[in-house]
T-cell receptor, first 111, second 117 residues
Framework: SQQGEEDPQALSIQEGENATMNCSYK?????LQWYRQNSGRGLVHLIL?????REKHSGRLRVTLDTSKKSSSLLITASRAADTASYFC???????????FGQGTRLTINP | GAVVSQHPSWVICKSGTSVKIECRSL??????MFWYRQFPKQSLMLMAT?????????EQGVEKDKFLINHASLTLSTLTVTSAHPEDSSFYIC?????????????FGEGSRLTVL
């Protein structure tokens, strides 16, 4: 299975601090994506990083990708209470569009 | 743009009945849609890939006759849970890719919560 693992499974920090979540996967990929899910809701796409990219930024988000270690990290800077959600990494590879999701990190930002 | 709508957002049914969930791409055409299920506090597990005009491709362990998928148009895919049982209670989420796009990004519906009594 290509399904990845994320750590930590849960993270609780104070508002204003930075949050870092990590994702590891098992097979070669075309790209890796990060999604956010509020409780009981659908997923919102945050950022996509291609296999030939090492780092990408989008607003307060910074994603890194290390294909040699088959790992990625998502950094949220200057966290806000509204960032409280579950964050999932997802990979696609082998010519298929389907995404395989990691286990997710439940992030709680305390006011 | 790129909005995916699911209906119903929640449904309660009796054991043994069948339930149909619709997934629509509202402002774009989707040649491929994906169906996932998610148990509480767990990740999304891909059930099947739905291709317009052809049979769906099911993931290993997913019963084709239990979860019927139809993708009759470029904007609509349906998932029917047949003879539902309490263990089928879950959150079902569909996603769609933009026809002709090579970005790899998928657009997700808001999900449908199924409770089987």
């Amino acid at each position: 299975s290509q399904q990845g693992e994320e750590d930590p499974q849960a993270l609780s920090i104070q508002e204003g601090e930075n949050a870092t979540m990590n994702c590891s996967y098992k097979t070669s990929i075309n790209n890796l994506q990060w999604y956010r899910q509020n409780s009981g809701r659908g997923l919102v796409h945050l950022i996509l990083i291609r296999s030939n990219e090492r780092e990408k930024h989008s607003g307060r988000l910074r994603v890194t990708l290390d294909t040699s270690k088959k790992s990625s990290s998502l950094l949220i800077t200057a966290s806000r209470a509204a960032d409280t959600a579950s964050y999932f990494c997802a990979t696609s590879g082998g010519g298929a569009q389907k995404l395989v999701f990691g286990q997710g990190t439940r992030l709680t930002i305390n006011p | 743009g790129a909005v995916v709508s699911q209906h119903p957002s929640w449904v309660i049914c009796k054991s043994g009945t069948s339930v149909k969930i619709e997934c629509r791409s509202l402002d774009f055409q989707a040649t491929t849609m994906f169906w996932y299920r998610q148990f509480p506090k767990q990740s999304l597990m891909l059930m099947a890939t739905s291709n317009e005009g052809s049979k769906a491709t099911y993931e290993q362990g997913v019963e084709k006759d239990k979860f019927l998928i139809n993708h009759a148009s470029l904007t609509l895919s349906t998932l029917t849970v047949t003879s539902a049982h309490p263990e089928d209670s879950s959150f079902y989420i569909c996603s769609a890719s933009l026809a002709g796009s090579n970005t790899g990004e998928l657009f997700f519906g808001e999900g449908s919560r199924l409770t089987v009594l």
